[in-house]
């Protein structure tokens, strides 16, 4: 018998790419707890940032 693991991912929006998370778990309900407490813990920072900003530099440029 094959023995199965489950893993939790998460997206915070369609921006960024999918995160799986470090653990593995030997069933599906621990997973959805884990994934639970995950969302429970999460931390969220605010920061400012100024209107008028100095242009970014482009690290690489694509020729066609």
């Not at 991912?9 to 639970?36: S, V």
């Not at 100024?50 to 440029?61: G, N, Q, V």
């Amino acid at each position: 018998m094959v023995k199965k693991l489950y893993a939790v991912w998460i997206k915070i929006d369609d921006t960024l790419p999918w995160i799986e998370l470090k653990e593995t778990y030997q069933t599906r309900r621990e997973a959805e707890k884990a994934a639970e407490d995950s969302l429970n813990n999460i931390k969220v920072k605010i920061v400012t940032i100024p209107e008028k900003r100095k242009p970014i530099k482009a690290l690489a440029t694509i020729r066609q």
